[in-house]
């Protein structure tokens, strides 16, 4: 089993749907979470971080549920330019903080 | 303030060449990371370095590979005896110290084709 498991999609919505993504982690020791964005041949990009409490940044809310392991990220009223690769991503435990990067799950958002 | 660069943008080289690849991070930055990003997979953990040292070269995939960052800002990433399994995009990345909290910034990365 992968250490951090996506659907890659791609989720085809249109503007303005709401779209919600799970990932799933398998290391219960896991300690951060982030949510990345990587547009097509470009660098990934830090969305935003993952607290156990639940973030929101204007359309975008993340959560973390340790106990069934997985971080979910949903956006609202999708746009355009939302359309991109969403990666999830998890730091290993123990001191070095190497992240663990999920394969991504592609969403194209269309008029 | 500039970001993470790498060099060169686009490597094409024949199975069993030598390759290097460079990475200037963040100036202050103390954290640094090489990955390997193939198509449709993400971003995949090859070492850590933390100033000088490799911290964690855990994820380096055999002794082809090999990095260096002998002043703790550039970084070289070494690939010898290429192979065409090793045609990938290199990514780095920096980190203010190497804390989880910390950000992470991404170069653009090297795309590396083996023929």
């Known amino acids: 089993r992968k250490e951090v498991e996506q659907d890659p999609g791609p989720f085809n919505v249109p503007e303005g749907a709401t779209v919600a993504f799970n990932c799933t982690y398998s290391n219960s020791a896991s300690q951060s979470f982030f949510w990345y964005r990587q547009d097509c041949r470009k660098e990934p990009k830090l969305l935003m971080s993952?607290?156990?409490s639940g973030n929101e940044d204007g359309r975008f809310t993340a959560q973390l549920n340790r106990a069934s392991q997985y971080i979910s990220l949903l956006i609202r009223d999708s746009k355009l330019s939302d359309s991109a690769t969403y990666l999830c991503?998890?730091?290993?435990?123990?001191?070095?903080?190497?992240?663990?990067f999920g394969r991504g799950t592609s969403l194209i958002v269309h008029p | 303030g500039a970001g993470v660069s790498q060099t060169p943008s686009n490597k094409v080289t024949e199975k069993g060449k030598y390759v290097e690849l460079r990475c200037d991070p963040i100036s202050g930055h103390t954290a640094l990371y090489w990955y390997r990003q193939s198509l449709g997979q993400g971003p995949e953990f090859l070492i850590y370095f933390q100033g000088t040292g490799a911290a964690d070269d855990s994820g380096l995939p055999n002794d082809r590979f090999f990095a260096v960052r002998p002043e703790g800002s550039v970084s070289t990433l070494k690939i010898q005896r290429t192979e065409r399994g090793d045609s990938a995009v290199y990514l780095c990345a920096s980190r203010s110290q190497g804390r989880e909290t910390d950000t992470q910034y991404f170069g653009p990365g090297t795309r590396l084709t083996v023929l």
């Open positions: 993952v607290y156990s």
């Open positions: 991503v998890v730091t290993r435990s123990g001191g070095s903080y190497i992240p663990t």
